[in-house]
């Protein structure tokens, strides 16, 4: 199993700090992407980042990636209370379409106002 | 952008009935869709994945005769939990893509809390 694994598993910070989430998997990826999920919803896509790409950006959010290391990493900067959500991580293998998603176990993220 | 409805959004029934879930692509065409049970403060398993025209590709441990998926059209996929026990409850979440490439996104629907008693 290539499932991702995110850490912490639970962060509370304060609003306008920065929250950084990491992620790590075990096998050879395409893509690696990650998603937010409020309490009770479906997922919504944050950010994709492809297995020959190092860093990338939207917005307030910076992903990066690491295939030696099979890592990646999630900041939010100068976050806010919306930010407050559950972070997964899901990885594409390798060959593999869209069914090839993994996710990984998430961060519960707590924006404190 | 690519929108997922998915229906009920909440569900509960009594053990021994049948449940079904649709999801629909509301704004695209999906000739495949997927299927994810998530328990709370857990990750998303994938159960299955829907081909349209075709039969489902479950995954190990699924069970195919419990969890019916069919998928008529090109914008819908329905997912019964038939003859629904306890240990079934869950939040059900279904999601499509609008490509069909590695690195196309998906979109997820809003999920069904089953709650079965």
């Known amino acids: 199993s290539q499932q991702g694994e995110e850490d912490p598993q639970a962060l509370s910070i304060q609003e306008g700090e920065n929250a950084t989430m990491n992620c790590s998997y075990k096998?050879?990826?395409?893509?690696l992407q990650w998603y937010r999920q409020n309490s009770g919803r479906g997922l919504v896509h944050l950010i994709l980042?492809?297995?020959?790409?190092r860093e990338k950006h939207s917005g307030r959010l910076r992903v990066t990636l690491d295939t030696s290391k099979k890592s990646s990493s999630l900041l939010i900067t100068a976050s806010r209370a919306a930010d407050t959500a559950s972070y997964f991580c899901a990885t594409a293998y390798s060959g593999g379409g869209a069914d090839g998603l993994t996710f990984g176990k998430g961060t519960h993220l707590i924006i404190q106002p | 952008g690519a929108v997922v409805s998915q229906h009920p959004s909440w569900v509960i029934c009594k053990s021994g009935t049948s449940v079904k879930i649709e999801c629909r692509s509301l704004d695209f065409q999906a000739t495949t869709m997927f299927w994810y049970r998530q328990f709370p403060k857990q990750s998303l398993m994938l159960m299955a994945t829907?081909?349209?025209?075709?039969?489902?590709?479950?995954e190990q441990g699924v069970e195919k005769d419990k969890f019916l998926i069919n998928h008529a059209s090109l914008t819908l996929s329905t997912l019964t939990v038939t003859s629904a026990h306890p240990e079934d409850s869950s939040f059900y979440i279904c999601s499509a893509s609008p490509g069909t490439g590695i690195y196309s996104p998906l979109h997820f629907g809003n999920g069904t809390r089953l709650t079965v008693t």
């Open positions: 096998t050879s990826i395409n893509n």
């Open positions: 829907s081909n349209e025209g075709s039969k489902a590709t479950y």
């Open positions: 980042i492809r297995s020959n790409e």
